[in-house]
Structure formats: structure tokens, C-alpha cells
């Protein structure tokens, strides 16, 4: 698969989400369990879901007691999300395993899976700046100005394809090598936080 194939998946899954446009919706994901294009999938119906949740919590009338529950809930989405890009960094990891290095390869400053999780955010920022650009009840100023802000984010969206595409096929020649930093997200654990330990 290109970086446009996996595009592709996250764009499909924005528009989806989109269907519903409902933060409780499930996911209609339609690919097989356990393939790469169904964690593609599935990690960009969540990043969609918490684009949704960020609105909705900077609404400045918004219920205290409502803030926290949906704070609580952008907390676990950041987990389940940054525990989908170490799938995909397993995935590449055992994909390009068997491959011999050059002795002269050089380690990216990221990894494929952290250039796929900003391609699928780019998903969702084209989605929206493009709505935003088309919005009749606005002011023509404003979707002139998100139209100039969509024609950036196509360019980047351009340049990050070319790029990841370019990694992998370095990553398959040798020329470059990935290691794999697992998260050490230090406040979600009850032994490194000392706002939690302090508790015990």
C-alpha cells in the first residue's frame, strides 16, 4: 500500500463519521478485524470523535460537571490513540524486519506511524477547512480565507504522501531504520504521577 491508500482509508472514515456526526455513533469500520486497514480505520474514526469532543469542551457556557466527564474522555481517546500508532509501528517493524540495513542508514527523526497519525489528522482538517470554505452562512471574507488555509493543507497534504512514501521505500532498501520507543505517558500511571501515588 502508498501513503495515498492509507489516505484514503482515513479520508473514508472521516466522511463516515461524518454521516452520523454524532460523538456517540459507532463506528461502522468495514473492514476484517485484525487487518491494517481496519486499525487505519478505526484510528481515524477516533481521532474524528475527539476533534468533536475538543469543540464541544471549549464551549464557554458549557456545565462544569460535564467539562470534567468529557476531559476524562479526550484522556482515554489520547491513549487508545497513541496505543493504535504503536500498532502500526509494530506492523512496519515486522514488515521491514527482515531487511538488511546498510551500514551507512540513518534513523528518521519519526517513525511511519507517527507521519500516518499527522496524515490522519490531515484527513480531518482538510474535511473541515473544506466545510468551512463552503459555508453559505458565512461571510464571503471567511471562506476566502479558509479557502487559502484548504489550498495549504492540499499542499501538505501532498508533501507528507510524497514523504512517507519516500521513508518506506527507504525503510524497504535499507537506506533507513526505525526503532520503536514505547509510551512512557507518565501521568497515566500510578507509580510515576505524584498526584496518584500520593493517594496510596
Request: contains cysteine; proline residues 4%; charged residues 30%.
Amino acid at each position: 500500500m502508498t501513503a495515498q491508500n492509507y489516505y484514503n482509508i482515513f479520508e473514508r472514515s472521516t466522511a463516515d463519521y461524518h454521516l452520523a456526526d454524532n460523538v456517540d455513533a459507532p463506528s461502522p469500520n468495514p473492514f476484517d478485524a485484525g487487518s491494517f486497514e481496519h486499525t487505519l480505520y478505526a484510528k481515524n474514526f477516533i481521532d474524528a470523535v475527539q476533534w468533536h469532543l475538543e469543540d464541544i469542551i471549549r464551549d464557554p457556557n458549557i456545565d462544569p460537571v460535564e467539562a470534567l466527564a468529557l476531559k476524562r474522555r479526550i484522556d482515554r481517546s489520547n491513549q487508545d490513540r497513541t496505543d493504535m500508532v504503536e500498532e502500526f509501528d509494530t506492523y512496519f517493524r515486522e514488515k521491514f524486519a527482515g531487511v538488511s540495513v546498510a551500514p551507512d542508514a540513518t534513523i528518521n527523526t519519526e517513525s511511519p506511524a507517527w507521519a500516518l497519525d499527522r496524515l490522519s489528522i490531515l484527513a480531518l482538517k482538510i474535511y473541515h477547512m473544506q466545510a468551512e470554505a463552503n459555508r453559505t452562512d458565512a461571510e464571503a471574507a471567511h471562506r476566502s480565507r479558509c479557502a487559502a488555509k484548504l489550498a495549504v493543507l492540499l499542499e501538505q497534504r501532498s508533501d507528507l504522501v510524497t514523504a512517507i512514501d519516500q521513508l518506506l521505500a527507504d525503510m524497504a532498501a535499507g537506506r533507513k531504520y526505525m526503532k520503536v520507543y514505547r509510551q512512557m505517558k507518565m501521568y497515566n500511571d500510578a507509580d510515576t504521577n505524584p498526584v496518584l501515588y500520593a493517594k496510596k
